[in-house]
């Protein structure tokens, strides 16, 4: 072992892996301060293969935006407007129902729906519009709403987040997405988004969701003002809730995208500190089934390498997301399967496609989309 690790900080991490024992606090600041990411990757990869095998997931899924207008305004969202500000919108139940219809085309097993918090929509707005896709696509899994969402129709509807998240499970809503968590260190938040719920906020919606039944995702967003122990902590904060849970399903490290937002003379991120992240994600979170590399923000290509360093998921389709190309994303706003399927099998990976709860999906013929 001393001779694989040249850093003999690393090799003592890999013997406590080894033994079965959970990573501590000073363990995440050493590998988040170490420049040695092929053994970094090597050792989450060896954590990837013993949970999920050589699989590697991708889910055919399609994203609505329902509208960008959002009281919150955090400043590293190039996404959202003030309601009368220029390029502000808003989907009306016809549109939102179109988009919608189009699972019926593409084969998708799962819609993701986020938007803005609205000054003005009524909680009406959101049950209407998921008991509406759910009676007419009852089979397609509707992941909607983040944390920060559901605390904000908790409070336009007047309701405790429990009754709040009841209602919309009534309605037909299937489980949540990650987004929202950002980075839970208070000093951050109230720089980076201070109007936003904060990090104790997300966690308790979370755990309120759990308790009830639905699974959901879990974000960090890095790559901004963060410190190695910030990083850290978000990380155990997420991986307690779980041990108390289980009702995460995946954690997405999300890399910012400065350009058209208010820390714009930021860089973005390196590939070298995109891997790091998510192999930071799979050594730290032990409890977690998934890591998720979110080729829209991450790149095809990197996504791809990153099937060595820990992920075992690339998300999907994803047809028609706003909110990271808002921020200059230079990708494609889709894949197809069979490019997907492509990237999965160069990467030495068996492609396995999947629902949003991670059900194998077994179709005969692949939809082309
Ligand atoms: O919460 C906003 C982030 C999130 C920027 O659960 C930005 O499967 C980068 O959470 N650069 C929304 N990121 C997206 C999200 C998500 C995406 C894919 C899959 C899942 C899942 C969840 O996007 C926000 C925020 O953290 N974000 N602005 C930006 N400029
Ligand atoms: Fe609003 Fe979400 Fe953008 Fe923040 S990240 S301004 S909450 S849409």
Redesign the pocket.
Known sequence: MEKLFADSELADIFAKLQNGERLNFDDGIKLYNSYDINHIGFMANTVREQKNNNNAYYIINRHINYS?I?????K??A??RDKDEDGSYVMDMEEIMQRASLVLKDGSTELHI????HPDFKFDYYIKMIGEIHSRFPHVHIQAF?A??IAHLAEIAGMSVHDTLMELKNAGLGSLPG??A?VFSPRLREKL?P??LSGEGWLNVMREAHNIGFKSNATMLYGHIEAAEDVINHLLALRNLQDETNGFLSFIPLAFHPKNTELSELSRTTGFYDLKMLALGRLMLDNFPHIKAFWIMLGIKLAQVSLSFGVDDIDGTVSEEK?THSAGADTPESLSVAELVNLIKEAGRVPVERDTLYETQNRNSTVAV
């Open positions: 960008n959002c009281k919150n305004r955090c590293f969202c996404f959202s986020v938007g803005g918090l983040t920060v969402e987004g929202g950002e988004c109007e936003k909110i």
